[in-house]
């Protein structure tokens, strides 16, 4: 709905006072519906690098966390212990019927 010659000078009238008694809330007023991010986020181009980039530090996470976790660590089984009286040398079958 269109306003009136009228409405429309009251208007104009009523933001030049705006302006001049508060002009910090004039102008937020006057961002107000703008783009908050910088231009340099808008492209494509930017977007697919800050994804990447995303994903790499989450995957350095990831397995960082595996590295450091109880769960990553590969330990050999332990190994039988021979018993007092039979000695096995290394090399040897370990029978001792010959």
């Given amino acids: 709905m269109a306003l009136s010659m009228e409405e429309q000078r009251i208007l104009d009238e009523m933001e030049r006072k705006l302006a001049s008694d508060d002009p910090r809330l004039a102008s937020r ?18 977007r697919t690098i800050s994804c990447l980039v995303a994903l790499a530090l ?13 769960y990553g660590r ?3 089984p332990p190994q039988p212990k021979a018993s007092a009286g039979s000695t ?4 040897s079958t370990g029978s001792t019927h010959h």
Avoid: D, E, Y
């Fill in 29 to 46: 007023f006057n961002k107000f519906g703008q783009q908050r991010l910088p231009g340099s986020f808008t492209s494509a181009r930017a």
């Fill in 58 to 70: 989450i995957a350095a996470v990831t397995v960082m966390m595996f590295v450091l976790s109880p």
């Fill in 74 to 76: 590969h330990s050999s």
């Fill in 88 to 91: 096995i040398r290394p090399g």
